[in-house]
């Protein structure tokens, strides 16, 4: 069964760290690009985070500088290294493996997230 | 960043059908076949539904149907089903500087 899990959620002071996890399993990891999605409670999706099967990464505007998204190949292993952060980074985190198909990309499995919140 | 414009909230009786708008630009949703649609139920994970713009992932129903026109893609429900109550996201690639966008979602109530 393919599956993802995120791990490393929590309470942290505005302008700390946090470091997210995604262990997956029921597929070849390493053959597939990775992304890591973000909602606020009770509010929209949004996209934060890309990595394909090089490393090449992307980032959305809000988390640019702060983030760093890697991967373990060996580990089966997606990482978010969240840095700087602050109040409205407060959300659910998501990791998601994406499909490439003929002429699109798509997230077709998703974790069941891990809670992040930035508070004093 | 931006993102792409759905409405707030669709409602249907069972059996009916319902659309579903998702308006980007010429930069995401009229650039790129690589339309999305996801559906999430309360304290859930998000589930794939459509991609590339028409196409239904294996398991999901075939009352699910995804069309695009210009910078404007839709998701049609048919015979709205009491489990089709939940909340709704296209999302796009784009060329700007974010990767991806997602639309502001809509809440789907089955009357």
């Known amino acids: 069964e393919v599956q993802l899990l995120e791990s490393g959620g929590g309470l942290v002071q505005p302008g700390g760290s946090l470091r997210l996890s995604c262990a997956v399993s029921?597929?070849?990891?390493?053959?597939?690009?990775m992304n890591w999605v973000r909602q606020t409670p009770g509010e929209g999706l949004e996209w934060i985070s890309y990595?394909?099967?090089?490393?090449?990464?992307r980032y959305a505007d809000s988390v640019k500088g702060r983030f760093t998204v890697s991967r373990d190949n060996a580990k089966n292993s997606l990482y978010l290294q969240m840095d700087s952060l602050r109040v409205d980074d407060t959300a659910i985190y998501y990791c998601?493996?994406?499909?490439?198909?003929?002429?699109?990309?798509?997230?077709?499995?998703w974790g069941q997230g891990t809670m992040v919140t930035v508070s004093s | 960043q931006s993102t792409l414009t759905q409405p707030a909230s669709v409602s249907g009786s069972p059996g009916q059908s319902i659309t579903i708008s998702c308006t980007g630009t010429s930069s995401d949703v009229g650039a790129y076949n690589s339309v999305s649609w996801y559906q999430q139920h309360p304290g859930k994970a998000p589930k794939l539904m459509i991609y590339?713009?028409?196409n239904r992932p294996s398991g999901v129903s075939n009352r699910f149907s995804g069309s695009k026109t210009g910078n404007t893609a839709s998701l049609t429900i048919s015979g709205l089903q009491a489990e089709d109550e939940a909340n709704y996201y296209c999302?796009?690639?784009?060329?700007?500087?974010?990767?991806?966008?997602f639309g502001t979602g809509t809440k789907v109530t089955v009357l």
């Open positions: 998601a493996r994406e499909i490439r198909g003929a002429v699109g990309d798509a997230l077709d499995v």
């Open positions: 999302n796009s690639h784009t060329g700007a500087s974010t990767f991806y966008v």
């Open positions: 029921g597929f070849s990891f390493s053959d597939y690009e």
């Open positions: 590339e713009v028409i």
């Open positions: 990595i394909d099967v090089n490393a090449v990464v």
